[in-house]
């Protein structure tokens, strides 16, 4: 198995740009989770999804930030427009739905906003 | 307060143990983990205990649970090179799906 798998590795972009990260859950596993780790909030839980619908984005800090799951296979999460904030890295995760343990990351992406 | 307190730094020589503690609030707390994130890397789950536990061991890694003072602690013996990292602790709950509340993370810098 690949693992979870999350693109592109990196981002540099310009404030103002719309940014779209990229993530392929482990097949087999209904629940993905995107996260964002920064040295001053630590590991924050953006959003995540069971069987593609999202469940709880309480964790989506502004309207900028939006995250989908068209399928079993695959999520976006995109920010429109960036801002420097916003630079971090971006976690995807996903697991069985329910399940206690068995929670797999992603290697990230580093955000850059400029 | 956070959640899931832990100090953020942990100095050790190689060859000794470490001992990386972490202390929780929610006492409803139904397993308690602990993650390592490697540079550039996400976090891996190394073990998780469940509450009903008062200890794990698992190779190099021990791991104690206090109950009674809300308190998880990680021991490696035998520390290598290999083993610095940031180190996260978690908790969760049954009737939050489960989904893991984190720690800050210690880092762990093991040196010659």
């Known amino acids: 198995d690949a693992g979870v798998i999350q693109s592109p590795r990196h981002e540099v972009t310009e404030m103002g740009q719309e940014v779209t990260l990229r993530c392929k859950p482990i097949?087999?596993?209904?629940?993905l989770f995107w996260y964002r780790q920064t040295m001053m909030r630590g590991l924050e839980l953006l959003i995540y999804f069971n069987n593609n619908v999202p469940i709880d984005d309480s964790g989506m800090p502004e309207d900028r930030f939006s995250a989908k799951m068209p399928n079993a296979s695959f999520s976006t999460l995109k920010i429109q427009p960036s801002e420097p904030r916003d630079s971090a890295v971006y976690f995807c995760?996903?697991?069985?739905?329910?399940?206690?343990?068995?929670?797999?990351f992603g290697s990230g992406t580093r955000l850059t906003v400029v | 307060g956070e959640d899931v307190e832990q100090s953020l730094f942990l100095s050790v020589r190689e060859g000794d143990s470490s001992v990386i503690n972490c202390t929780y609030t929610d006492s409803s707390s139904t397993y308690l983990y602990w993650y390592k994130q490697e540079p550039g890397a996400g976090l891996q789950l190394l073990t998780y205990?469940?509450?009903?536990?008062d200890m794990k061991q698992d190779q190099r890694l021990t791991v104690l649970l206090n109950k009674k003072d809300k308190h998880l602690s990680l021991r490696i013996a035998d520390t290598q090179t290999g083993d610095s990292a940031i180190y996260f602790c978690?908790?969760?709950?049954?009737?939050?799906?489960?989904?893991?509340?984190f720690g800050r993370g210690t880092s762990l810098i093991v040196h010659p």
């Open positions: 978690a908790e969760s709950i049954s009737g939050g799906s489960y989904i893991p509340t």
């Open positions: 995760a996903s697991r069985h739905q329910d399940r206690a343990y068995g929670y797999t």
């Open positions: 205990i469940f509450s009903n536990m």
């Open positions: 097949s087999g596993h209904n629940s």
